[in-house]
């Protein structure tokens, strides 16, 4: 070996990282976006899932409840009123009376008296229906003292005169006062009666309302007798009506009498100051019956009423501002009774005072039904009754005017 050759030096092993391939990082990236893709629609699922569970459990539920309230009551502790509804339904439908006879008396209120005679209490839903629409008739029974009674008559007690008084001095005797007296009206309480019909073909059909069918025949029927008693009933086998007492002047009035005004022209208003006759009656009243004061007339009086105007041209007669609102005389609300009188000679077409200080309804509380299925055959029979009264309580409260000349 020439001493002049340089020494083979080692090779060494090259420590450098290999050149990635191409592209590598950006399938990294995208293997990533992926994975979290993956897990964020896992995620999605699981909780859709989830939801739908909660939503399947709730409609089953939804369902059960439904079920439940649509099956028959396995107990009746919180309806006390379906067993006596489903019974009293039976007995208008098949005349079946054993449920009714089987109701427990202290748990229903059923009245052991009028069992016996045959008769049954109607439901409390229907009968409940039948009030409503009894105050909701134009009748003055919406403004009266309405008392509910358990005898065959009401005593109203009425103080009309004044406890002696006189100015005392220091030393010398007092003397006796007068005492007052006290007066008892009596209102005995009648029986109204209606008696509606229905085919039995009707009342075998299970789509058929009978308990609301005959609710409303009885209503309509009771609600037009009372209407008109209590404004012109005689008193014989019905309640008495305020316009049946006495009318005197008001000048001349006495207790038992009711007073009224006139117009000052036979059948008509005056035809010079026709608003004349409203303002006397309003003021003919005390002051301590105004405030709850209402004017009753029928629809052709009020036509001819809300024309009249005052001195400075301004209509005495208002609407309401809204529908359940009465309209208004002179600032005092208008009951619209048909059952009074149309203006004529002599007639008390309008009335005014306080009602429900002046005139009383007396009712017992039970509706008696009897179903007779023979008398009028192939249709069945329901005698309803009910026992009412009504009669003037103070004859102060209440003022007529009178179409008269005098």
């Known amino acids: 070996m020439s001493k002049t050759e340089p020494a083979a030096v080692p090779r060494l092993a090259s420590h450098a990282a290999p050149t990635p391939e191409p592209g590598a ?3 990294s990236a995208m293997q990533g976006f992926l994975r979290e893709i993956s897990n964020f629609r896992d995620e999605i699922k699981t909780e859709l899932q989830q939801q739908d569970e909660r939503l399947t ?8 409840t439904a079920a439940a309230a649509a099956r028959p009551a396995l107990a009746t502790a919180h309806d006390d009123s379906a067993p006596h509804r489903k019974a009293f339904a039976a007995y208008l439908r098949s005349g079946d009376d054993e ?8 748990e229903k209120g059923l009245n052991s008296a009028v069992a016996a005679e045959g008769g049954y ?14 105050h909701a008739s134009a009748s003055i029974r919406s403004v009266a003292n309405v008392v509910r009674v358990e005898a065959t008559s009401f005593d109203v007690l009425v103080d009309h005169t004044e406890v002696g008084s006189g100015w005392a001095t220091e030393t010398g005797p007092a003397a006796e006062s007068d005492a007052p007296a ?3 009206i009596t209102i005995p309480l009648h029986e109204l009666s209606a008696m509606p019909k229905a ?14 069918w005959l609710a409303d025949r009885i209503a309509g029927r009771f609600a037009r007798a009372e209407a008109a008693a209590f404004i012109s009933g005689d008193g014989i086998d019905k309640p008495r009506g305020f316009l049946d007492h006495p009318m005197v002047p008001e000048a001349s009035w006495n207790w038992g009498n009711l007073g009224y005004i006139a117009t000052g022209t036979d059948g008509d208003f005056d035809s010079v100051a026709p608003a004349d006759a409203i303002v006397d009656l309003v003021y003919s009243l005390g002051a301590n019956y105004r405030a709850g004061a209402i004017f009753a007339m029928n629809s052709k009086t009020a036509g001819a009423v809300r024309k009249m105007k005052d001195a400075d041209g301004r209509f005495l007669w208002s609407d309401g501002l809204s529908a359940a609102e009465p309209a208004r005389l002179m600032g005092y609300p208008v009951l619209i009774a048909e059952d009074m009188p149309d203006i004529d000679i002599g007639s008390a077409a309008i009335a005014f005072g306080d009602f429900r200080a002046g005139y009383t309804v007396a009712e017992r509380p039970d509706l008696r039904v009897l179903r007779d299925p023979f008398s009028a055959k192939p249709h069945v029979l329901f005698y309803a009754t009910r026992r009412v009264g009504g009669d003037v309580s103070d004859f102060k409260a209440i003022k007529l005017l009178r179409f008269a000349d005098a």
């Open 25 to 27: 990082e950006a399938k």
């Open 57 to 64: 459990m709730l409609d089953r539920k939804h369902a059960q």
């Open 99 to 106: 449920p009714l006879r089987g109701l427990p008396v202290e």
């Open 121 to 134: 209490l109607v439901d409390p839903q229907t009968a409940e229906t039948i009030r409503g629409v009894l």
């Open 182 to 184: 006290i007066e008892r």
């Open 199 to 212: 085919s039995q073909r009707l009342l075998d059909d299970s789509a058929f309302d009978i308990e609301g």
